[in-house]
């Protein structure tokens, strides 16, 4: 698998909606030793233990009239991205959003499974380091 400075190197991220991310960066490390990678101004940061990691990203308020977010979702790192999104449209996943390439060196798809989780699937197509759009590297 192609590295990339912007992403974790682990295949599988969880991703876990919480309503204030500075909060959840300070508890998680407290409680659960986590250490902070990245993070993305306050609204979502990356951090690990060992060689694992998950993503913590900002819910929308109660009172938000954005409809609510979901409040996790699984990301999975692969090699070929197109090759990935053929085979799950043809299996009737419902697609939420298709690849799109962004400006932290992946490109990304997302999904709803046969129980309604929301799977994020990318690939890397550069090694980008987290300053050159925006983020924070706190240990990498």
Known sequence: MRQNKSMPSCNIIPELGYPDVVAAIDW??????F??????????????????AIVVRELPSANATLPSAPTHSVMVRVDDLQHHYDRSSRYGAEILSAPVDYPFGERQYSCRDLGGHIWIFSQTTAD????????????L
């Open 28 to 33: 998680l490390s407290g409680a659960f030793g």
């Open 35 to 52: 250490d902070l990678r990245l993070q993305i101004a306050n609204h979502r940061a990356q951090l690990n233990v060992g060689n694992g």
């Open 128 to 139: 980008v380091a987290p300053e050159e759009w925006g983020g924070i590297s706190h240990r």
